[in-house]
């Protein structure tokens, strides 16, 4: 009985992993699409003999594909039940990174991003699984204050993404906060209770996949931190602000036991 009780703990766990693994693969499916249309978009301008590429162009080149590159080993690394390889990485320059990928999409060449991540902030993380996240949470932003055209910011041509962070102190710990506010039309309430729950999409067009945030949310647990989302207010009391997302990991100063250590209930009332 304790051997059947065993291999049904594993089973469970192996189902488990193949379904991450699955809306891992979805999301990393609907990132791919925005690299790889910029990338050939190039090789036809050069297949068409057009004008050559600048130094600059060349470069986003290869910083796209190295970025294709690592999306495919971080899938195969989580196939392989390998753990996170977790680093002590400044984030400031994964808020680039990730806004870097971001910007390739037509509908984000009308938002500005203002990066206000001291440099010196870092977290103990993947740096490349949480480039994920971030893109993740940037285009979901993107995307509601381009469903929001005509209205507010939009007419005023005013769309805007601000990213910040600090470090905080929590029974004993260090925490490294995010967070990614923009001045769309904010979360439905009917959503906000289970927006980080598979195939569920704020977006109402066909690019909607409803598996991003759920991946994301996914990806910060993995990492002992959780991922917060909200209305800011406007000042009318309406929460009309646009919508803002907090993602919470352990700050590099205080390095976690291990990758099963939970932070969701030390942070609960964060």
Excluded: Y
Aim: charged letters at 25%.
């Amino acid at each position: 009985k304790n051997h059947l009780l065993e291999m049904a703990r594993r089973n469970l766990a192996d189902a488990d992993r193949l379904a991450s693994l699955g809306m891992m693969s979805a999301g990393i499916a609907h990132e791919l699409n925005t690299p790889l249309a910029v990338l050939k978009g190039m090789v036809e301008r050069l297949q068409g003999g057009g004008t050559p590429l600048d130094a600059e162009e060349a470069a986003l080149m290869l910083r796209v594909v190295g970025r294709l590159e690592r999306l495919s080993e971080s899938q195969l690394d989580f196939a392989r039940v390998r753990p996170p390889s977790s680093v002590s990485a400044s984030l400031r320059p994964l808020v680039d990174e990730a806004w870097t990928l971001v910007r390739l999409d037509r509908e984000a060449r009308a938002v500005t991003v203002d990066n206000q991540v001291p440099a010196e902030l870092t977290a103990w993380c993947d740096p490349d699984r949480l480039v994920q996240v971030l893109v993740n949470l940037l285009r979901n932003a993107v995307d509601a204050m381009h469903e929001s055209a005509g209205t507010g910011a939009a007419r005023s041509g005013s769309f805007r993404i601000v990213v910040t962070g600090d470090r905080f102190e929590r029974d004993g710990r260090s925490w490294s906060s995010l967070r990614i506010s923009d001045n769309g039309p904010g979360i439905a309430p009917e959503l906000l209770g289970r927006l980080f729950q598979p195939f569920v999409s704020t977006r109402l067009d066909s690019k909607g996949t409803g598996l991003g945030l759920a991946v994301a949310e996914g990806i910060i647990r993995e990492h002992g931190g959780m991922i917060l989302a909200r209305n800011r207010d406007d000042g009318s009391g309406a929460g009309g602000g646009g919508a803002e997302f907090e993602v919470v990991l352990p700050s590099a100063d205080d390095v976690p036991a291990g990758p099963s250590q939970p932070g969701g209930d030390v942070l609960a009332e964060v």
